[in-house]
């Protein structure tokens, strides 16, 4: 059984930077493409930064490139997504997810697994 866990959210003022994590187990966590996602009060979900199963493939939103990164530890089975100068609009739960095609993906349809998210809140 395959679970993701994020944590590492928060209440954080514009401009400030929050890391979040995503803790995966039953997995063999480096075969996978490492996604994360974000769902907006009153949106729908959308992409925020993936990372192809080799780590030599990233992709990024238009609007977080530049300020978000992420990364992985595949020793430790988690994934990083680094958050830099805040804004409110990135508001929202933040959602990991796994690809087992491998690919660093913007499309939510094709990851197979899925974490409960962690709620981000920037306050301007």
């Known amino acids: 059984q395959v679970q993701l866990v994020e944590s590492g959210g928060g209440l954080v003022q514009a401009g400030g930077s929050l890391r979040l994590s995503c803790a995966a187990s039953?997995?063999?966590?480096?075969?996978?493409?490492l996604g994360w996602f974000r769902r907006a009060p009153g949106k729908e979900r959308e992409f925020v930064a993936a990372?192809?199963?080799?780590?030599?493939?990233?992709n990024y939103a238009d609007s977080v490139k530049g300020r978000f990164t992420i990364s992985r530890d595949n020793a430790k089975n988690t994934g990083i997504l680094q958050m830099n100068n805040l804004e409110p609009d990135d508001t929202a739960i933040y959602y990991c997810?796994?690809?087992?095609?491998?690919?660093?993906?913007?499309?939510?349809?094709?990851?197979?697994?899925w974490g409960r998210g962690t709620q981000v809140t920037v306050s301007s």
């Open positions: 997810a796994l690809d087992v095609r491998g690919e660093a993906s913007s499309i939510g349809a094709k990851y197979e697994y």
């Open positions: 990372d192809s199963w080799s780590g030599q493939t990233s």
């Open positions: 039953g997995a063999t966590f480096r075969v996978y493409a």
